[in-house]
């Protein structure tokens, strides 16, 4: 056991899972935050009901959320294959660094999948701020920069945070799926080493513990933000 240990080591695996590791928290990263703009975009529409960008939202919404993942990433992946090898080619490249070409797509497609239920988590946080504080900033006479920026911003932002928990949890086992693209992330450098070393419980189990390492602690930074949150409503 101690030697098949060593023998690993000496083979370069432990970094290369660290490596993968550091790539899957990239793209995870990299994908919320791109979700949680397109979020906030289509809730706000939603939410104020901008006719006809609301259609546009509903439609983006129903087909992402309708259609199975890893086909978003497969459609996305084939569809920009031709174009970024033409983008390449007429700056007198052989084609894309697949590494590259890979991260982008992968950031991308996860970030669109992610969007598509950010927006309801945000519409939904905007629902549930209670009209009669809205009410109460008119009264008051504040502009509507004002009353969005003082009394439905933080409130939605609170109301928002356990959802995109969520949301980031779903993100970052989403981005198992992008080892179909060749990206050598946490997933693909995992399956590589189950094959090379014939050790796939090992390898797997290992990948099965760093994800749930980031998982618990996603939980408590996640946790920190909601009692400040709570906190500063509480004062406010």
């Known amino acids: 056991m101690g030697s098949a240990f060593w023998e690993l080591w000496e083979a370069g695996w432990p ?22 703009v397109i979020g906030t975009i289509g809730g706000l529409v939603k939410w ?16 992402i959320r309708g259609v199975p993942e890893l086909l978003v990433i497969y459609l996305l992946f084939f569809s920009s294959a031709e174009f970024v ?28 999948i992610s969007g598509a239920y950010s927006v309801e988590v945000v519409r939904g946080a905007l629902v549930a701020v209670p009209r ?45 799926l992008i080892s179909v693209v060749g990206l050598q992330e946490l997933m693909r450098i995992s399956s590589i080493g189950a094959g090379s070393t014939r050790q796939p419980l090992l390898f797997y189990a290992v990948a099965a513990v760093v994800y749930l390492g980031i998982t ?7 946790g920190v933000i909601e009692r400040i949150l709570n906190k ?4 406010g």
């Open 132 to 176: 009669g504080h809205i009410e109460a900033g008119r009264a008051l006479g504040l502009s509507r920069g004002r009353i969005f920026r003082r009394i439905i911003a933080p409130q939605m932002l609170r109301l928002a945070v356990p959802g995109m928990n969520n949301i980031w949890q779903s993100t970052m086992k989403d981005t198992a």
């Open 216 to 222: 618990i602690v996603s939980q408590i930074v996640f």
């Open 232 to 235: 500063s409503n509480r004062a």
């Open 15 to 36: 970094a290369a899972i660290l490596r993968g590791a550091s790539v899957t928290l990239a793209i995870g990263l990299c994908s919320i935050c791109l979700g949680i």
């Open 85 to 112: 090898s033409q983008v390449t080619a007429a700056f007198g490249y052989g084609g894309a660094d697949d590494s590259a070409y890979g991260f982008v797509v992968g950031t991308v497609a996860i970030g669109v």
């Open 48 to 63: 104020a009901r901008l006719f006809p960008f609301t259609l546009a939202i509903d439609g983006y919404t129903t087909l």
